[in-house]
């Protein structure tokens, strides 16, 4: 099981396809080395963006995927 959670982009590395998520609720901590899905685009991971990631692991917040972007 899984649970989604809503994020703001704050840096996309398309080399190797990870992105740096500020999860919502969180105001001063980000999660840095976040996959995301190779089926986005790079031109839409625009900094700023609202993201979906799924979290896999509540305890490891690494255990995660940026599965969409709106």
Request: net charge negative.
């Amino acid at each position: 099981m899984f649970n989604m959670e809503r994020g703001t982009l704050l840096a996309f590395d398309s080399g190797a396809y990870t992105a740096t998520v500020q999860l919502a609720g969180s105001l001063t901590s980000a999660v840095e080395g976040v996959p995301v899905s190779r089926a986005i685009a790079s031109g839409a991971m625009l900094t700023g963006r609202r993201v979906s990631v799924a979290i896999f692991d509540a305890a490891n917040p690494l255990d995660a995927m940026v599965v969409g972007v709106f």
